[in-house]
């Protein structure tokens, strides 16, 4: 799959490390995104998918550590200064959080907070970046969005919230989208339609996308690409139907059989017989 | 808008209501019989009795009690005949040992009590609000370990032992200032800063150091916070992270704190006044209670309570400026 696009995002090797760097959370993990093309990373909670995300901003949280090499169009971001990754944060490399409730600040509009993020790397005037984020918030769906961009966080609901950190996520048209557990949050006919959003949104932009989640089944829906992880190391990658399909790992086999189906009500009637 | 600031009025009457009637009563049945002490030494239950009726202290509590509350509202009489006078309202009654009116006492006082806290506001919020701040950023740097150590220093010192050293060395040993004094800004501006600044240094220590400590653990709270990972995600510059999204959150609770500390301080920094002998309203506080003189306890009671409650009030409308979930009423 690869082979098709230069990669955008190179991640070799990555470690990230903990407390005093004895403690490793990721270890040796490596993938490739191209443009126009989604990777999901699955595993479980505490597998470092997260952490993996944040190294790839540059926004480790205090006390952990990064190693290896991270290229964005061939150059290097680990070690780089804070004031250079602030330029690629949001405009190149642009990231989605997992709970909507807390990720929009409760002071600002929410119209506040996309022209806020407009205005960090284009050079416009108010005015201007409004319209920006009226557009952008239109385009997530929301409705009304000249007169919603003057409400604040909690006017809307989770999922709304959800679409607002998309519209902000893409209002810079970003080529490399990270998405963490988004949709975690949210019930399933909210989580369906944000998938079906981020869906046409990549295409339309023909952004990389790496797509965290729990959730085998959304990956299905999504990624072309598959990276399952475990205890902050790679358990396998391929191509989502070579993983779904032929995995003969053992732990992505036990991911695969953990989710629900319908079949067992047989063997559930015979144990009761 | 209307209604709510209603309410709140409302319920402030009630307070200062209940404040009054509740010092009335410590006054009317636990403090020593105030006719005695001015008679004095030699003195002979007639005279007492006379004293008692003059000051209206015969009659039955509640009859004292109308008698103060409508001298609050209306002012009162005093005395017939030759020796009548009249205070107006707000009568708080006069001093038993000087005779003076308490209203014109604490307007007299209060403008050194305002210009003590003040300056010292002023000082405090800068000091404790910035070294908080960088103190949160740069967490554990030589600057965070040493704003530690001063908000540990600066609330385990006692006021009194920091005046008085602070007073040996500036003004007695080094003659850098003046004794502090109650000087008008409108006389000599410059004295009026040289004998402010000792008090208002000490008493801004003492809250820098509270709210050098508050500000800091609110800011680290919020910069766990989603919103300013987001603040970064988007790429914004850091000093706006900071200034929009860690520090506004972080200041809110700060706003509560201030208005309470700041109405405390207006209604007479005690100590410290009474250590530098600044004639604010505290030393008149500590005056009065020193001597039991009641209608200035009580005036000075009053006006505290007066003030704490309009801060209460000030800074709950400032709320609505500053948290829209307030103002919307939303939780």
């Known amino acids: 799959m690869t082979g098709q696009h230069s990669p955008l995002l190179r991640v070799q090797d990555l470690t990230v490390t903990v407390g005093d760097g004895a403690t490793s959370v990721v270890e040796g993990l490596s993938f490739d995104v191209g443009p126009g093309e989604t990777l999901g990373i699955v595993g479980e909670s505490g597998s470092g998918k997260s952490m993996t995300a944040l190294a790839i901003m540059g926004l480790l949280p205090r006390g952990a550590a990064a190693s290896g090499s991270v290229t964005f169009r061939g150059a290097e971001l680990l070690g780089r200064k804070e004031s250079q990754l602030r330029k690629l944060r949001g405009a190149e490399i642009a990231m989605v959080f997992q709970d909507p409730l807390n990720s929009l600040n409760p002071y600002y509009t929410v119209g506040a907070q996309l022209v806020e993020a407009y205005r960090a790397h284009r050079s416009a005037t108010r005015r201007q970046a409004r319209e920006v984020a009226v557009a952008a918030l239109d385009r997530v769906g929301i409705r009304d969005p000249r007169r919603r961009a003057d409400h604040y966080p909690d006017q809307f609901s989770g999922g709304m919230r959800q679409r607002i950190m998309i519209a902000m996520a893409l209002c810079l048209e970003p080529s490399v989208l990270l998405c963490d557990e988004p949709t975690t949050a949210l019930d399933v006919t909210v989580q369906a339609q944000i998938l079906d959003l981020l869906r046409q949104l990549q295409r339309e932009n023909s952004m990389a996308m790496v797509f965290i989640t729990h959730d085998l089944a959304v990956v299905s829906q999504l990624a072309e690409r598959v990276l399952v992880m475990r205890g902050g190391e790679e358990v396998e990658q391929g191509t989502t139907e070579r993983v779904f399909t032929e995995s003969r790992h053992p732990y992505t086999c036990q991911l695969l059989d953990s989710l629900p189906r319908l079949e067992p009500v047989d063997d559930r009637q015979e144990g009761l017989g | ?330 939780p």
Request: hydrophobic residues 55%; proline residues 5%.
């Open chain 2, 1 to 330: 808008m209307v209604g709510y600031l209603v309410r709140r009025l409302a319920a402030c009457v009630i307070v200062l209501a209940v404040v009054c009637v509740f010092t009335f009563m410590i006054f009317f049945w636990f403090s020593p019989d105030p006719a005695a002490q001015i008679c004095g030494k030699t003195c002979t239950p007639d005279r007492i009795a006379q004293i008692r009726a003059n000051l209206g202290l015969d009659q039955p509590f509640l009859e004292q009690l109308r008698v103060f509350v409508s001298g609050l509202f209306a002012g009162r009489d005093w005395g017939t005949g030759a020796d009548a006078m009249h205070c107006a309202a707000p009568c708080l009654g006069y001093s038993f040992q000087t005779n003076e009116s308490v209203t014109d006492l604490l307007i007299d006082r209060l403008p050194v009590s305002v210009t003590l806290a003040t300056g010292a506001a002023v000082l405090w919020l800068l000091v404790g609000v910035l070294g908080g701040l960088v103190s949160a950023v740069r967490r554990d740097s030589l600057w965070d370990k040493g704003v530690l150590a001063f908000g540990l220093v600066g609330i385990s010192l006692p006021i009194y032992f920091l005046a008085l050293v602070l007073q040996y060395l500036l003004v007695v040993k080094l003659g850098w200032l003046p004794f502090p004094r109650a000087v008008p800004f409108t006389e000599d501006p410059v004295l009026w800063f040289e004998s402010y600044l000792m008090p208002w240094v000490v008493l801004a220590i003492v809250y820098a150091a509270m709210y050098s400590r508050i500000v800091r653990s609110q800011v680290i709270d919020t910069l766990e916070q989603g919103f300013v990972r987001t603040a970064r995600a988007k790429g914004l510059q850091r000093h706006l992270v900071l200034r929009r999204h860690a520090l506004r959150p972080s200041l809110t609770p700060v706003v509560t704190l201030f208005g309470m500390d700041f109405a405390a301080l207006l209604g007479g920094a005690l100590i410290t006044e009474t250590v530098f002998g600044l004639d604010g309203v505290g030393k008149l506080a500590s005056d009065s209670m020193a001597t039991n003189d009641q209608p200035v306890i009580m005036g000075v009671t009053l006006l505290a309570a007066l003030l704490v409650v309009v801060a209460n009030l000030v800074v709950d409308i400032s709320y609505r400026f500053l948290d829209p979930r307030v103002r919307r009423g939303t």
